[in-house]
């Protein structure tokens, strides 16, 4: 069951969040869409873990500071709200855009970090390998284009939102673009210091992911040697919905492995 | 009033049917549909356009700034602009406008501005505009931050023409150490800077604030929507203690003229219904990239429409709605009176080239209106100018 929301102030700036479970603390970093709905990915993680999902600043229930205009502002953000929560040896989980900010974190401070686990990751890009243009799709094309299983896509496009979920979408989007427009949904800046991530590490990646093709995975590896790697077959851009039950066992052998 | 010659320089010799194809003439559509020999033809063609102006008496003949579409070709207006100075000794010159958020160094736009202002010896208008949301596509500028580089670019380009240099600029967006614009603007302290836009809260207040009033010119609206945005802008100036100027009040249309209505509309269909649903139409992720316009903005536009022409406008519903002016030379007339007379509109941007209308056709129109139309409305005064060089 999805648990109430509740609103924490971190540097002055109001953070929407959902927490559930007890445990080793799992922070999950939401990706460009934010957390529209109590998946059975975080049902299964709250069932193990204290699970915490906060909105990045600029999505959903969180304030928009002006002050938060990059992808790395966000990574100090979250080193702050680890701070403020004084939470220690938490496992970082991160999909899409939210593996880009996670990764981000871990190359600045891995000291309240037992782990980092990305799934999908945005913040990385080769040359020639584009990323889908999430920006040019209309919301019909990018959410056909995010599943493989048209199923899903079918699904999620025959409810009509309501006008405060329109809101919130329209809102999410907004923060997208602030963050992610240009360069578009990397960091030239990034790539060159993921060395630095020396906690124990966890790639997961769609092998169709439309959005981010899964050849990345090879460059992320190459950057974090000692990564675990997982592709999941016959699945798109979000393995935490199309390969939920694959995803959640390998992450939970990942994160109850560590040593801590 | 005050009557500008406008040109968009579309690029007529389309093949409409494989071009549907895409999603848009803007942006997608391959450049491969761009033939030099025919769009050199138009060049020219335009440029002659253009510099009839003069001889007819409009008091402006004026271009604009888009990039990668077939809508128009002018990604460099000033290039048009300046071969319009050379061709021409009296009738201003208005550039509608640059779009500021699109640089990377807006002290650029202030040097070529001046260039422009001197080479004509101060007969240069200039405007200011954001760029359309495809362009934030193209260009890749942020368009979360659209809005700021706008303002940013602005107060650098104003302050490079009234303050002496050098001096450093401390933005956000723009940084410089060294602003120190040579030439200096001919006109003093700088051209007149006009404002079109689609019509927006926050521009209008902006515009109108006492330490600008700019002149603000709608553009591509319904004539209910140009009438509301010209009363809002009043009513703004009122909120600031002022009386607004008709100067400060323009309307951007499409305008055909003929000898009837019947025959105006039959020679002005095609293309006019081409420009409206070949050239214009784009989807609503390409026009209102997030961020361009405010959420509230956004909110209420999204209610009314998703992209602009995705429903087919005809040119009976075109007329209908006033979005343009078509018909005798008396129709015309009491179209644009109307709206004076409703709003006090004193600058008349009219378009008498659209779509794929032909040379010959233009011609006429141009001719046309400058006799049959403009007379009857313009200032006596107007197409008197005295510039004054910097002192």
Known sequence: MAPTGQVIEVDGVAVGLLRQGKGKPVLFIHGANGVAAWLPFFENLSGKYDLIIPDHPGFG???????????????????????????????????????????????????????LTVVGPAGVRIKGVPFGDIFMWSNEEATRNIFLNQAIADRLLSVKPTDEQLDVMMKNRFAVTKYGWQPRMFNPDLEKWLHRIKIPTFIGWGREDKIIPSSYAERWKQRIPHAKV??????????????????????????DGVAV | ??????????????????????????????????????????YAAYI???????????????????????????????????????????????????ALP???????????FAMLDNMSKGRLIVGFVRGIGSEYHTSG????????????????????????????????HFTLNYANPWPRPFQNPHPKIWIPSQGSAETIHWAAAPERRYPFVVTFSTAEAVERYLKVYR?????????????????????YVADTDERAREEAREPLERLFNDYLPMPWEMLIPPGYSSLAS???????RTGLGVERQTLEQLIEKGTAIIGSPKTVRERIEQMRDRTGLGNMVCLLQFGTLNDELTNRNIERFASDVMPFLQDRTSAKKNAQPAA
């Open chain 2, 298 to 304: 956004t909110k209420a536009l999204a209610k009314v």
């Open chain 2, 48 to 98: 002659e356009q253009l510099v009839s102006g003069e001889r007819l008496g409009f008091d402006i003949i004026g271009v604009n700034e888009h990039h990668q579409t077939a809508y128009g070709m002018m990604p460099a207006p000033n290039l048009i602009a300046s071969a319009l100075i050379q061709r021409t000794k009296h009738v201003n010159i208005g550039v509608f406008g640059r």
């Open chain 2, 102 to 112: 699109l640089v990377n160094n807006p002290i650029t736009i202030a040097e070529e």
């Open chain 1, 61 to 115: 229930r969180s304030d928009d500071p002006d002050w938060i205009r990059s992808v790395p502002d966000l990574a100090f953000f979250y080193l702050d709200l680890m701070e403020k929560l004084d939470l220690r040896d938490v496992h970082l989980v991160g999909t899409s855009m939210g593996g880009w900010i996670a990764s981000e974190i871990a190359i600045r401070n891995e000291s309240r970090l037992a782990s």
């Open chain 1, 230 to 255: 997982s592709i999941y077959e016959n699945c798109g851009h979000l393995p935490h919905i199309e390969a939920s039950d694959a995803l959640f066992a390998e992450v939970k052998t990942f994160i």
């Open chain 2, 141 to 172: 500028v942020n368009p979360a931050f659209s809005h700021e580089r706008f303002h940013e670019a602005h107060d650098l380009i104003v302050k490079s023409w009234k303050q002496p240099g050098p001096f450093a600029f401390e933005g956000e």
């Open chain 2, 1 to 42: 009033m005050k009557f500008v010659l406008f040109h968009l320089m579309p690029y007529r010799n389309l093949d409409f049917v494989a071009a549907k194809k895409y999603r848009s003439a803007w942006t997608l559509l391959p450049n491969s549909f761009y033939d030099p020999v025919k769009g050199a033809e138009d």
């Open chain 2, 235 to 255: 009513s703004e100036a009122e909120k600031f203690g002022y009386e607004v100027s008709s100067d400060q009040l323009g309307w951007a249309a499409p305008i």
